[in-house]
C-alpha cells in the first residue's frame, strides 16, 4: 500500500513539470464545464415545464381560418356549452404587445377579477388586491417581474403608456409586480382588465383570442374534443399533451446547441488520443526510459501512466461539474440561458430549480476518462516494453 501511494504521489510530481498536463487539464475542464451547464439549463427548464403541466387546460379550442389562427366569438361558447364531460369554460384574452422602445414583446393577458381563472400563476397575480379597486377602475396593469425593471429604467413604474391600433396612446397604471421566483412564466407578462387588453389588441367586445376547457374525467379529453369538433367546423382543439410536445420540440431543437458541444467533446477526444497513440513527447519517453533503468518494472511504470491519466481526467471531470453547477444554479447562467429563452424577450432572473440528467453525466464521464487513460497507457506500454538502450538512442 505504501509503495502505490508513493507511486501515486510520484506520478503527482511528474505532472506538475510539464506544462502539456496543464493545458490538457484546461481544456478537458473548459469542455465538460460548457456541456454540463447546457444540458443542466435544460433539464432546469423541462422540469419547471413538467411541474406545471397541470395549470395546463385540457383542452383549447381555436379558431382557424385559411391556417391562421383569428379571433372566436361568444356565440361559439354557446355552441358547446351543454357537451357531456365540459367541466368549465374560460374564454382567454390575449396577445402580443411589441414594445418598440426596447424592442421586445409583452404576452398582454386580460382577465376578470370576478370570474375564475384556470391558471395557478395568474389567481396568485390577484392575491393582496383590492377586488373592488380593480372593479372600479379600468386602467390598472399587473406586471412581471422582468417588465417592472425595464419600466422602473424608463420612469415607467407609476404610469405607462400603450400604443392602440389607432394610433393613440392609453395611460395604465403599474400596482402590482409579479415575484421573481415565478418570473420563467410570468418574466414578461402584462395582466390587465379584460376590456384594456381588447383596446389594446384591437378586438371587438364580444371577442375572444381562444377558449380554455376543462374536463371531468382527463381520459375522456379526446372524445370530448371530437364532440367540439363536430359541432364547430372551423376550430381546432389542442389538447394539454399537444401542448407540452410543442414545447418539448422548442426545446430539443434548442437543444441542438447541446448536441453540436457533445460532438465537440467528442472531436477533441479523438483528437487527443490520435495525438498520444502517435507517440509520447520525447520527456516522457526519457522518464520511461530513466525507470526503467533504475529497476522499475513494465507493471510499475504502466501503474505511474494510469495514476497521471487518471488523475488528470477525473479531477478535469470533477473541477467541470462543479464549475458548471455553480455557473448554472449560483450564476444563473448568463449568456447560455439567452439561447433558451431567446434574445427577443426580456432577460429573465430568476433561479433556476436543479434537475439533473446523470445519463449525460454519466455519458461525459465516459466519453473522457477511459479514452484518456488508454491513450495514454498504450503508448507507455510500447516505450516500456521496448530496450532502454533503444530508447535512449
Do not use: C
Not at 406545471?52 to 385559411?66: A, S
Not at 396612446?169 to 412564466?185: G, N, T, V
Not at 420540440?249 to 477533441?268: E, P, Q
Request: net charge neutral; no cysteine.
Amino acid at each position: 500500500m505504501t509503495k502505490e501511494f508513493n507511486v501515486f504521489l510520484f506520478s503527482l510530481s511528474l505532472l506538475l513539470k510539464r506544462k502539456t498536463s496543464l493545458f490538457i487539464f484546461l481544456i478537458l475542464t473548459t469542455l465538460i464545464f460548457i456541456i454540463a451547464s447546457a444540458s443542466f439549463v435544460t433539464e432546469s427548464i423541462k422540469k419547471e415545464l413538467i411541474l406545471t403541466h397541470d395549470e395546463l387546460p385540457d383542452i383549447v379550442i381555436q379558431k382557424i381560418v385559411g391556417g391562421r389562427q383569428q379571433y372566436i366569438s361568444s356565440d361559439y361558447i354557446e355552441k358547446i356549452v351543454d357537451i357531456p364531460g365540459i367541466q368549465s369554460i374560460y374564454p382567454r384574452i390575449w396577445g402580443y404587445y411589441y414594445f418598440d422602445y426596447a424592442s421586445v414583446n409583452f404576452a398582454l393577458v386580460g382577465i376578470d377579477p370576478l370570474e375564475p381563472i384556470y391558471k395557478k400563476s395568474l389567481e396568485n397575480a390577484l392575491n393582496g388586491l383590492d377586488i373592488k379597486y380593480l372593479l372600479q377602475k379600468d386602467d390598472w396593469l399587473i406586471m412581471g417581474y422582468g417588465i417592472g425593471k425595464l419600466f422602473d429604467e424608463i420612469s415607467y413604474s407609476k404610469e405607462a403608456y400603450f400604443r392602440l391600433p389607432d394610433g393613440e396612446y392609453l395611460k395604465l397604471e403599474p400596482i402590482k409586480r409579479l415575484d421573481k421566483d415565478s418570473a420563467i412564466f410570468t418574466n414578461d407578462i402584462v395582466i390587465v382588465s379584460k376590456s384594456t387588453a381588447q383596446k389594446i389588441l384591437g378586438m371587438q367586445e364580444d371577442m375572444y383570442t381562444d377558449v380554455a376547457i376543462t374536463v371531468y374525467n382527463k381520459n375522456e379529453a379526446v372524445t370530448v374534443a371530437s364532440k367540439i369538433r363536430d359541432r364547430l367546423k372551423d376550430v381546432r382543439t389542442v389538447s394539454k399533451k399537444d401542448v407540452l410536445n410543442s414545447y418539448q420540440n422548442v426545446f430539443s431543437y434548442k437543444s441542438g446547441f447541446f448536441i453540436t458541444l457533445f460532438g465537440i467533446l467528442i472531436f477533441t477526444m479523438i483528437l487527443i488520443v490520435v495525438d498520444k497513440l502517435s507517440g509520447l513527447s520525447q520527456l516522457e519517453k526519457t522518464e520511461i526510459g530513466v525507470l526503467k533503468a533504475t529497476g522499475w518494472t513494465t507493471s510499475d511504470v504502466l501503474k505511474l501512466k494510469f495514476y497521471e491519466a487518471g488523475f488528470i481526467s477525473f479531477q478535469a471531470y470533477v473541477v467541470g461539474i462543479f464549475l458548471a453547477l455553480v455557473y448554472v444554479f449560483i450564476l444563473k447562467a448568463p449568456l447560455m440561458l439567452d439561447i433558451f429563452s431567446g434574445y427577443a424577450s426580456l432577460k429573465i432572473n430568476y433561479s433556476l430549480i436543479f434537475a439533473a440528467n446523470f445519463k449525460v453525466l454519466f455519458f461525459i464521464f465516459i466519453s473522457v476518462i477511459p479514452f484518456y487513460i488508454a491513450a495514454v497507457i498504450i503508448p507507455s506500454y510500447k516505450i516500456a516494453t521496448t530496450d532502454t538502450y533503444e530508447v535512449f538512442r
